[in-house]
């Protein structure tokens, strides 16, 4: 867990006005802002609710100011499930105010109801240094931002979109917080493309009624694992050409007396799988004789793939064969880029657009 890096000689500075030694204090600290920073969703949460103070004094990529109260320190580490002595507590918050104007040169100023309302002198300015984890969201929540902008979305489009969609909140609060009609966020929400700049030349989720025939299509140069549908259809053409009737399984059965054949082949093969060795000829160990290629896919020519002579039939339902080029070390392993998160740079600048009016 990361700590708060405070100079040590205010510590100290504190330290010699109190009782306590340095390394108290400096524990202290420690103390006080992991407390803080593990309800630190419950902070933003405070400061964004119209019914109580916004206590958010600043906010930082990697690190947050929040003030409060004495009494609220003591709960915020009642809640956090810490404890500390009330001196030492005010010691510790003495350093945070000390931290606050002589290195950030701010203070804290509140208004007199504020003052009054809650019984309390002033307020301390309290640092909190943000977690990975939710540094980790703040960069995903922006990563989906730029997918969108990057599939086409307007920037107000691509807000909107997010915040129904992804986020999950309601159109109509969320339309009177951007000032515009429910029916514009809905629209800009339903016509979000896919937020995934990666999915253009990539891995995608294809709808079932635009699958090909066969396992590839030439015309986008792409391979597709077959469907329930076109597996279930080759097994039923499968079973047909078994019994030599030239039906499926769902066509016509025949005669009663097709059928009671079918139904006698059906009895030979359940005896046989309840005895599958009934002169005891069958190795014990079944690793020993397992096959261990039983879909044949070494057979299959990645050739006959792109040339549309393998058809779904020729692939299992948990694979299809790829092309691998081992005569050519240097050559990209299928050009699939799929995370996109080593090239985002959290410092960089992006030119964007001004979107005023664009909603």
Do not use: C
């Amino acid at each position: 867990m990361h700590r708060p890096a405070v100079p040590d000689a205010y510590i100290e500075e504190v330290a010699e006005r109190t009782d306590f030694a340095v390394d108290d204090v400096r524990i202290g600290l420690r103390v006080l802002h992991d407390a803080v920073q593990d309800r630190l969703v419950e902070q933003y949460r405070r400061a964004r609710d119209a019914s109580t103070p916004n206590h958010l004094l600043t906010d930082g990529a990697d690190a947050a100011w929040f003030a409060f109260a004495f009494a609220d320190l003591r709960s915020e580490l009642e809640a956090a499930g810490y404890e500390m002595d009330a001196d030492l507590l005010a010691a510790v918050a003495a350093v945070n105010m000390t931290v606050f104007q002589e290195v950030h040169d701010r203070t804290v100023s509140f208004p007199r109801d504020l003052a009054d309302a809650g019984d309390t002198p002033f307020f301390y300015p309290i640092y909190v240094e943000k977690p990975d984890w939710w540094r980790e969201a703040e960069t995903s929540t922006l990563r989906s931002l730029l997918g969108l902008l990057e599939s086409g979305s307007s920037p107000a489009a691509a807000l909107d979109a997010w915040a129904v969609e992804t986020a999950g909140a309601d159109p109509d609060e969320w339309a009177a917080v951007r000032g515009v009609e429910p029916d514009r966020v809905r629209s800009n929400a339903a016509a979000a493309p896919d937020p995934a700049p990666e999915a253009a030349d990539g891995l995608r989720a294809e709808a079932r009624d635009g699958v090909p025939d066969g396992p590839y299509d030439p015309e986008t140069d792409r391979l597709f694992v077959p469907t329930t549908d076109q597996l279930a259809a080759v097994r039923e053409a499968d079973d047909a050409d078994d019994n030599g009737d030239g039906t499926g399984a769902a066509g016509d059965r025949g005669t009663a007396e097709h059928g009671e054949r079918r139904d006698d082949l059906a009895g030979d093969e359940t005896t046989a799988a309840a005895d599958p060795d009934p002169d005891g000829s069958v190795d014990p160990d079944p690793d020993a004789s397992a096959d261990p290629d039983p879909d044949r896919l070494a057979e299959i020519d990645p050739a006959d793939l792109r040339s549309g002579d393998v058809e779904a039939a020729d692939l299992p339902e948990y694979a299809v064969q790829g092309d691998d080029d081992d005569d050519d070390p240097d050559a990209d392993d299928g050009g699939r880029f799929i995370d996109g998160a080593d090239v985002f740079d959290r410092t960089g600048d992006r030119d964007r657009n001004d979107d005023a009016g664009d909603r």
